[in-house]
């Protein structure tokens, strides 16, 4: 198996899980050697559910990022003498 981030080897790891509903449990999940990547179930289905509030807006709705913007007198940068 290879890593999501880096494509380095994923091992077998055991994890203890502290917030468990029946007090402390040992479990199996996929770690990377290389950076350390985790790959676990749960924790996959925890980051797919926060992917799908991502708000994503429409195209009739105004971009504003490549209009230019004009500050006020605080964006005056003064020169050192």
Request: proline share 1%; hydrophobic share 35%.
């Amino acid at each position: 198996m290879n890593c999501r981030r880096c494509q380095g080897l994923m091992m077998e790891d055991q994890f203890l899980d502290f917030e468990g509903t029946h007090g402390f449990m040992w479990t199996t999940s996929w770690r990377c050697v290389n950076c350390g990547y985790v790959y676990d179930s749960v924790i996959e289905q925890n980051r797919l559910a926060r992917e799908e509030k991502v708000l994503v807006l429409s195209s009739s709705e105004p971009d504003y990022q490549n209009h230019e913007v004009h500050l006020g007198a605080e964006s005056i940068i003064r020169r050192a003498a």
